[in-house]
């Protein structure tokens, strides 16, 4: 089973944010901004590659969550990263959307 899954599951503790039926939302180990979290669906897909026509209601359901989850942080400016494939960053083969804020990111994305 994948990190995120398990992560999902309760079997790797977490720092949860957020949490519904169909997605997961919890603090980066390693934060870059002062507010970054992750949102993850609780149906296993790998990355952007994998969604299709019966798993994309879990990405509508996580950007209709996300204002909401960022609001319970404090913030309202911020960014939304998804890295798909190894060679973009991807490290956790669990599709999942870094929310980052809670400080100037400026206008540059690398």
């Known amino acids: 089973m994948c990190l995120f899954c398990e992560i999902i599951n309760g079997n790797i503790p977490s720092t ?6 169909m997605i997961y ?3 980066d180990i390693n934060p870059a901004a002062p507010v970054h979290f992750l949102v993850v669906p609780k149906e296993h897909i790998e990355n952007v590659n994998g969604i ?7 990405v509508a359901h996580i950007f209709e969550k996300i204002p909401e989850i960022v609001k319970s942080q404090g913030i309202d400016s911020y960014r939304v990263i998804n890295n798909c494939g190894k ?22 994305i690398l």
Request: proline share 0%.
């Open 87 to 108: 060679d973009a960053g991807q490290t956790v083969m669990h599709l999942h959307f870094h929310v980052v804020g809670g400080t100037e990111l400026g206008e540059k």
């Open 52 to 58: 299709n026509a019966e798993n994309s209601k879990y």
């Open 16 to 21: 949860k944010v957020y949490e519904d039926d």
């Open 25 to 27: 939302a919890f603090k």
